[in-house]
C-alpha cells in the first residue's frame, strides 16, 4: 500500500462524520401511586436499568401482564398474572442491569448510563395492599429522559383527569 492510499484512507475516516453520542444518558424520574384521592410520590421502591434490546424476555412478561383481561375468570387471570410476575423478579435479580437504585424520600430517582437504543425501566416495591407492585417504562437510550412510573399503571388516572 503506498503512503498516499494510507494519507487518503485516514482522511476519509477522519471525514465521516459518525453520530455523536454524549458519554452519558440520565434517566431521571419519580415513583406515584394514589392515595386517598391524591397522587403521592412513593419512597423505596426498587428501579433497575436494563438494556432493552437484552431484556425481550422480561418485556414479553411485563406485555403479557397488560394484557390479562380480569373479566370472566378473575382466578385464572390472577394465576397468570402471578406467574408473570414472578418471571419478572427472577429475570431481573439474575439479569446483568445497567443500574440498581432505590427512590428518595421525594419518590425520585436517577440513572446514568452509556448510551444505547433503548433502556428498561423496571420499579418493583413491597406493599401490603397491591398484589403486583411494579411499574415499568422503555425509554429511548440515546438521550437524558425524565420519566414517571405510575405505580398504580392507571388506576390513578381518574385523579388526573379531575384536577386538569
Known amino acids: 500500500m503506498s503512503l498516499k492510499t ?3 484512507i485516514v482522511a476519509a475516516v477522519q471525514l465521516a462524520d459518525p453520530v455523536a453520542f454524549p458519554p452519558s444518558v440520565t434517566i431521571k424520574g419519580t415513583a406515584t401511586d394514589c392515595f386517598a384521592d391524591s397522587i403521592i410520590r412513593v419512597s423505596s421502591v426498587r ?3 436494563f438494556n432493552a434490546s437484552a431484556s425481550s424476555e422480561m418485556i414479553d412478561s ?18 397468570r398474572m402471578n406467574v408473570q410476575f414472578n418471571r419478572v423478579l427472577a429475570l431481573s435479580e439474575k439479569m446483568a ?25 423496571l420499579a418493583t416495591y413491597d406493599d ?18 425524565s ?16 384536577n386538569f
Not at 373479566?71 to 390472577?78: F, K, L, N, W
Not at 420519566?147 to 379531575?162: A, M, P, Q, T
Open 47 to 49: 428501579i433497575s436499568a
Open 97 to 121: 442491569s445497567l443500574a440498581r437504585v432505590e427512590t428518595d424520600a421525594k419518590g425520585g430517582f436517577e440513572i446514568s448510563t452509556t448510551p444505547m437504543d433503548s433502556v428498561l425501566v
Open 147 to 162: 420519566i414517571e412510573l405510575d405505580l398504580s399503571r392507571g388506576s390513578c388516572n381518574y385523579i388526573k383527569e379531575r
Open 62 to 79: 411485563l406485555r403479557a401482564m397488560e394484557a390479562l383481561s380480569f373479566g370472566d375468570s378473575v382466578g385464572a387471570s390472577i394465576a
Open 6 to 8: 494510507l494519507v487518503l
Open 128 to 145: 401490603d395492599a397491591e398484589v403486583f407492585p411494579y411499574a415499568y417504562k422503555i425509554v429511548p437510550g440515546r438521550s437524558d429522559h
